[in-house]
């Protein structure tokens, strides 16, 4: 004997007095999504107005992302309070301007030595090679160097013969 569900379930609202089941209200109309990041959108903002003086960490975080994606590499904000750190220190050191030019430099000069920069970059070892390179690509005297690789000093079979214990 088979049972017939809408059987059923029509006696069940009969008996409760459901008359029908779109009898709910309406739901919701779902508000379209809010941009949670209003840092992201402020940035966009200063950088339409070329604003970059009123550049914070945080903005120039967000610039060196949109130079890097401009420049065909992908960067990931893998933590953003120790990368908009290292902006507030380069702050401390250099103008908004400057590290405008430096961030600039980086991607859009055809500069060799760093492959894939990193925030870090500009606050490492680089810092003050870069920031001369800038100001030279900026004036237009910049020429790239390419780094001198060290050649291997391994074994290389077939070389020149050695017997032990001569000197």
Not at 3 to 31: F, M, S, W
Not at 61 to 80: P, S, T
Request: charged share 35%; aromatic share 14%.
């Amino acid at each position: 004997m088979m049972v017939k569900l809408g059987g059923i379930l029509a006696e069940y609202n009969i008996a409760v007095g459901v008359t029908k089941v779109d009898d709910r209200p309406p739901a919701k109309d779902k508000k379209k999504r809010v941009e949670k990041n209003d840092n992201y959108s402020r940035f966009m903002r200063k950088l339409e107005n070329k604003e970059y003086d009123k550049f914070n960490s945080v903005d120039f975080l967000y610039f060196f992302r949109f130079k890097a994606e401009c420049g065909g590499k992908k960067y990931l904000i893998n933590n953003f309070q120790i990368d908009a750190h290292w902006f507030k220190l380069l702050k401390d050191k250099y103008t908004n301007d400057e590290l405008v030019t430096m961030v600039c430099f980086l991607f859009d000069s055809e500069q060799s030595y760093i492959v894939d920069p990193h925030v870090k970059v500009l606050y490492s070892g680089w810092t003050n090679k870069i920031y001369e390179d800038s100001k030279k690509w900026l004036a237009g005297e910049y020429k790239d160097i390419p780094v001198k690789k060290k050649e291997a000093r391994e074994w290389k079979k077939g070389g020149n013969k050695v017997k032990v214990g001569e000197w």
